[in-house]
């Protein structure tokens, strides 16, 4: 694994960039160059929402975070402070959706797992107000520990899946979204991906439209999910199937591009940017089928096979439909990520479509025998160095020496000078991984979890660990904020982590706070040592702020504390 | 018009500056524009490299195909490098000669010009030296912005119009210390240019 693929937040916007506008019309074509997150953003304000819900996670931080910033010129007002995490964020849209009014919920891919009981859930009761859910997945994972695939999420939870391939086409989605929501009555997902999400291009807005006014019917039979209401209703949502199919049918995102020759191009999101560019560039003139808007619309699907001998499934992501339609047509016709023609990891790009055409790329320039990879690195001066440099002092003098931890800037730990951490998984699982392995007998059992991470899912984790009498010592990296995805108000830090501690019942005793600077390295590594040699739950927070949340603070003295 | 752009550097270098200049300066021309970033962890002193496609047609691609680059605008030598495959065999290299080294095994200057020099009259700036004598190493990336435009395909008035509009919130000061770095940079190109 790659350590760009253990993290799992980012979106950090850089020095002399961050002061600067960043969005701007061009006078004559009201055209606003906007990242794809942002089209998104835009898409749904305009669409009328009362709220975005989101727990901060790359490449999907940017949507919410441009409603934050945006929502003051809203006639109406739009609440878009972030939740403790993404199960709590999807719930509360559910409840505003309950309510009458709109709401979009916004999380990066994997979050999508921490919200999955609510989002599965949320198919059977379906909604009120238009519910939209944008998850923002990471081939290749840029960003992230996996490069799962949502529209699996979607199928599985059997709600309508929106794909576009363009910055306008996510702003216009957004508005279609929310409508296909209310007509259903079922949340709708919008996917993207880090490419789109993280892309900027001209894109031209619609009037915005009013939010809907509050309405909330007692409606027991489904929204209580007791086994009676709850069979009905999965019945319904099995029955409303081909509705959705008929939907998928008629949709603007599922369109032919007209062409000649054998070999047509099944081509899904995104891979449709790159079809249409080799197309382009090589005067190629093979025929598309465009494909955004799910279940498959089985007519369209039907009729290009009919018309090509040979179709090129490309899919970014899982060969999730692929897979599907290898077993409803056959292998023989399929060309694809399951067959090598295509690479079975990792996003797709116009060079990899090139070859899949059997087209020959450009000689290139290869990359010359010095060079030498640059890993990112804590900055200069983080508290997390010096907490990093105390707890490698201490455990150098045990003989087991892990340290489980977590994601976030610290994870960087992970590299070289201090190759202090050993696990980075998922959110929260430091203290839990710690907890068992304690559970099983590693002395001593450390966990090291930034302040937003753990008030993610951490907390939960160290009430296991107190009930169960765990001897394990949780270390949290308060850093006032969350840092590695540019800085978000995280939910708890401060004196609030030291009360949400003692709340869950951590002995006072062994409940320290050190300040993670060169000049208490030896206070620091004292406290760890006898904390750590403690045979019970102990927690230690190291308190400092995050130097960019400082720089940030100073460049804009309004930025909230 | 097609023009592909590859800006590399590394994070926190800011280069994505450079990207949102010449972004509004394509727009203000009713060019086309795509621009795909890195929002990383490689944003921590990582590689970054940001794809800036700017036409007179329809962009499919966020992504620039490799051997499609018609200019590698970087503010760090060796990151220049990097991207080399992303080059058209006659593109442009515009870059910084100021490393920045927080790695092992960072290779020799010497090196890295006899790398650069393989490739088609590279235009190799001084960046920190110029910035300073436009009045700030804060305005290092404007200078290569500068050193640049000549390959860009949109005119210096364009571009010194939306240096201008971007720190339009910084006051009359930054905006004019910007666009003497911007002409700094220019100069020193078109110089390096008769020189050869
Ligand atoms: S100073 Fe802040 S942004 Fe930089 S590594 Fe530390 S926590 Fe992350």
Redesign the pocket.
């Known amino acids: 694994m790659t350590v760009r693929a253990q993290t799992y937040f980012i979106g950090f916007k850089e020095n002399n960039f961050s002061s600067l506008e960043t969005t701007y019309f061009n006078e004559l074509t009201m055209k606003q160059l906007l990242l794809g997150a942002e089209a998104i953003a835009l898409g749904a304000l305009d669409a009328g929402i009362s709220g975005v819900y989101a727990y901060p996670g790359t490449p999907s931080t940017e949507i919410t975070e441009y409603i934050q910033k945006n929502r003051g010129e809203r006639e109406q007002p739009v609440r878009s402070d972030w939740s403790a995490n993404e199960k709590t964020a999807y719930e509360a849209a559910l409840g505003m959706s309950y309510a009458g009014k709109r709401s979009l919920v916004c999380m990066k891919h994997v979050g999508l797992n921490v919200a999955a009981d609510a989002f599965i859930n949320s198919a059977i009761t379906g909604v009120n107000g238009g519910l939209v859910v944008a998850v923002a997945d990471d081939p290749s994972m840029h960003s992230s520990q996996n490069e799962q695939d949502s529209r699996v999420y979607g199928k599985f939870a059997m709600v309508p899946v929106l794909e576009p391939a363009s910055q306008q086409e996510l702003y216009d989605t957004a508005r279609y979204a929310f409508d296909l929501s209310e007509t259903l009555k079922l949340p709708v997902l919008l996917r993207v991906t880090t490419r789109l999400a993280h892309s900027r291009a001209g894109v031209e807005g619609t009037a915005s439209r009013l939010q809907n006014p509050l309405n909330a019917p007692y409606a027991q039979d489904r929204f209580v999910l007791m086994p009676h209401n709850a069979r009905r209703q999965y019945n319904n949502l099995v029955g409303m199937q081909g509705q959705l199919e008929e939907h998928a049918e008629s949709s603007w995102l599922n369109r032919l591009i007209p062409g000649t020759g054998s070999t047509g191009v099944l081509a899904f999101g995104i891979a449709f940017n790159y079809v249409m560019e080799v197309r382009q560039t090589y005067g190629l003139d093979c025929p598309i089928l465009k494909i955004g808007h799910y279940p498959l619309p089985r007519k369209k699907i039907e009729a290009f096979f009919n018309f090509c001998d040979t179709i090129l499934v490309a899919e970014e992501g899982y060969p999730v439909y692929e897979e599907l339609l290898r077993g409803y047509f056959g292998n023989n016709r399929i060309k694809g990520r399951l067959d090598g023609t295509l690479p079975r990891a990792g996003e797709l790009n116009a060079d990899s479509l090139t070859l899949a055409l059997g087209l020959a790329k450009p000689e290139v320039i290869p990359v010359p025998a010095i060079m030498v990879n640059r890993p990112p690195e ?2 200069k001066g ?3 160095r010096d907490l990093y440099e105390a707890l490698n002092t201490v455990m150098s003098s045990h003989e087991q020496h892990h340290v489980f931890s977590d994601i976030g ?1 610290y994870t ?1 730990g992970a590299l070289a000078p201090y190759n202090a951490i050993h696990t980075c998984v998922d959110m929260g699982a430091s203290i839990t991984m710690a907890k068992g392995a304690a559970d099983a007998g590693l002395r001593p059992a450390v966990a090291v979890i930034g302040d937003s991470t753990f008030t993610h899912s951490g907390m939960t984790g160290l009430l296991d660990a107190i009930n169960d009498r765990s001897p394990l010592t949780v270390i949290i990296a308060d ?1 006032d904020t969350t ?2 995805t540019g800085g978000q108000d995280s939910s708890a830090n401060g004196s609030r982590l030291l009360k949400i501690c003692l709340g869950l019942g951590v002995d006072e005793a062994h409940l320290k706070t050190i300040i993670p600077l060169k000049s208490h390295l030896a206070e620091n590594i004292a406290v760890l040592r006898k904390e750590i040699a403690w045979d019970g739950v102990s927690v230690v927070i190291a308190q400092r702020e ?4 400082t720089a940030r603070k100073k460049r804009n003295p309004a930025v909230k504390a | 018009m097609h023009i592909n752009i590859i800006l590399a550097g590394v994070g926190g270098q800011g280069i994505l500056t450079i990207a949102a200049v010449i972004d509004h300066a394509a727009l203000q021309s009713g060019l086309t524009v795509r621009q795909a970033e890195v929002h990383g962890m490689s944003q ?1 002193g990582g590689a970054v490299q940001s794809h800036l496609r700017i036409s007179d047609k329809e962009i499919f691609s966020d992504l620039i195909a490799e051997g499609t680059a018609n200019l590698i605008l970087s503010v760090e030598p060796l990151e220049a490098l990097r991207y080399l495959p992303f080059l058209v065999p006659d593109g442009r290299i515009v870059t910084a000669t100021d490393s920045f080294i927080n790695m092992e095994g960072y290779p020799s200057m010497k090196q890295i010009l006899e790398e650069l020099h393989h490739t088609n009259h590279p235009v190799l700036v001084n960046a920190a030296k110029l910035s300073r004598e436009a009045g700030s190493i804060r305005t290092s990336n404007m200078v290569m912005l500068g050193a640049a435009a000549p390959f860009i395909g949109i005119t210096s008035e364009v571009l010194e119009a939306s240096i201008t509009k971007l720190f339009q919130a910084k006051g009359a000061d930054i905006i004019a210390m910007n666009i003497r770095a911007f002409r700094t940079g220019q100069a020193f190109s078109q110089l390096q240019a008769t020189a050869k």
């Open positions: 804590l900055c983080c508290g997390h800037c960087l850093n840092a590695m995050c130097l960019e949340t | 921590r």
